[in-house]
């Protein structure tokens, strides 16, 4: 089964998935963008140089591809639990590029192979925690977009799960951590 913990930054995906690795400790833990070596440099470029909106599209499609081949794959008889996939891939490259979101679930589908999580879970968080949360440590170079620009990356992550066919869990950020990783726990046993 193929997991994706979607959110924007700061949300406790991190944290999740840490926690995550104590309970299914067979499982194959990966990020995109970052769960391959070529994934790395791309996370390193786009986090680090200005480039423009439809090359930093590209990149993530390309980083994407890979990871189904490197990671995805491979492994897909296994339980697969990925730190972003391609809802974030959509809402990012939408509020950056404007892309629609037809032409970018298009282009995702080609870069998926039409190989798509069987679960996602998506943590949102209000205005005042994500507030709180930005001063906690040094903001990269999306974090320092600020929080309204990752408000609306967050509020198209939501269109753009729901308007998917795939089973989703919507948790709230603000909860318990340990609630909500019960919660996580539950929906990925839960055939």
């Given amino acids: 089964m193929y997991v994706v913990l979607e959110g924007i930054d700061r949300v406790g995906k991190s944290t999740q998935i840490e926690l995550l690795k104590k309970e299914f400790k067979d499982a194959i833990f ?20 200005s480039i423009s909106p439809i090359a930093e599209v590209f990149l993530f499609l390309a980083d994407r591809n890979e990871h189904l081949e490197k990671v995805i794959k491979p492994n897909i008889k296994r339980l697969i639990i990925s730190d972003r996939g391609f809802i974030s891939g959509i809402a990012y490259a939408h509020i950056k590029s404007n892309l629609s979101y037809e032409k970018l679930f298009e282009l995702n589908e080609l870069a998926l192979e ?49 308007r998917s066919n795939i089973k989703h869990l919507i948790l709230d950020a603000n909860d318990d951590v ?4 019960k919660k996580i726990v539950d929906f990925i046993k839960k055939g």
């Fill in 30 to 49: 990966t990020k995109e963008p970052g769960g391959t070596e070529f994934g790395k440099k791309i996370r390193e470029i786009v986090l680090n140089d």
């Fill in 114 to 162: 039409e190989i798509f999580p069987d679960k996602i879970i998506f943590i949102e968080i209000d205005k005042n925690e994500l507030e709180k949360r930005m001063h906690i440590e040094k903001l990269d170079s999306i974090e320092k977009r600020g929080v309204d620009y990752l408000l609306k990356v967050q509020n198209f992550m939501k269109e753009a799960l729901n």
């Fill in 178 to 181: 340990l609630k909500i990783n």
